[in-house]
């Protein structure tokens, strides 16, 4: 089955400084990835969603200054937090689609904390 | 605006019994309707998925029936298990493959008692 990964799978930062998270799809190439945001108990959120080569489309209300999203190649997608604070503390899930088919396949998130 | 409503929010099931969860949606443009299982601090897994042109589908414990009339959908887990204890999510999306988001439901957190 189509496997995607994430790394790290768990990062402390101080506040203020820039943390990056990457997603790859393994066995697969992903012509979109998707990367949402979830809160304890919550359901998944979708921050944006990003072609190979193209820039990112933001969902309403999330700062595209902030989450910084590159879609490199076609197994590689990155989320940088920038100038991270406390309140960006989450969970960040990343998913990834071949574009011949419905299936989004989700990595198994990156746990951030910020202090 | 939720464009998908799930129920319940919570469930409680005796080993063996049958889980069934319950997704609504107003969307018609709809057109893919997965259910994702997600355990603690991991990423949502794809378990089962249907599309509008058949009412049922099955594989293995799982199984989706869809109401495309009433616009509801629903998750069926036979025989449920202690390892079946997990947050579930349904969700829906529309249009090209692949090239339209996925509106997910409020999840369900199931919990199957030994």
């Known amino acids: 089955g189509a496997v995607v990964s994430q790394h790290p799978s768990w990062v402390i930062c101080k506040s203020g400084t820039s943390v990056k998270i990457e997603c790859r799809s393994l066995d697969f190439q992903a012509t979109t990835m998707f990367w949402y945001r979830q809160f304890p108990k919550q359901s998944l959120m979708l921050m944006a969603t990003?072609?190979?080569?193209?820039?990112?489309?933001?969902e309403q209300g999330v700062e595209k200054d902030k989450f910084l999203i590159n879609h490199a190649s076609l197994t590689l997608s990155t989320l940088t937090v920038t100038s991270a604070h406390p309140e960006d503390s989450s969970f960040y899930i990343c998913?990834?689609?071949?574009?011949?088919?419905?299936?989004?396949?989700f990595g198994p998130g990156t746990r951030l904390t910020v202090t | 605006q939720q464009q998908v409503k799930q129920s319940p929010q919570s469930l409680i099931v005796q080993k063996g019994g049958i889980s069934i969860i319950n997704c609504a949606y107003e969307n018609t443009a709809f057109d893919y309707f997965p259910w994702y299982q997600q355990f603690p601090g991991k990423g949502p897994a794809l378990l089962i998925a249907?599309?509008?042109?058949?009412s049922e589908k099955k594989e293995g414990r799982f199984t989706i029936s869809f109401n495309k009339s009433a616009k509801q959908f629903s998750l069926h887990i036979m025989d449920s298990q202690p390892g079946d204890s997990a947050t579930y999510f349904c969700a829906a999306s529309n249009g090209v493959a692949g090239a339209n988001n996925l509106f997910f439901g409020t999840g369900t957190r199931l919990t199957v008692i030994p």
């Open positions: 990003s072609n190979e080569g193209s820039k990112a489309t933001y």
């Open positions: 998913s990834a689609n071949s574009g011949s088919s419905y299936e989004q396949y």
């Open positions: 249907i599309r509008p042109d058949v």
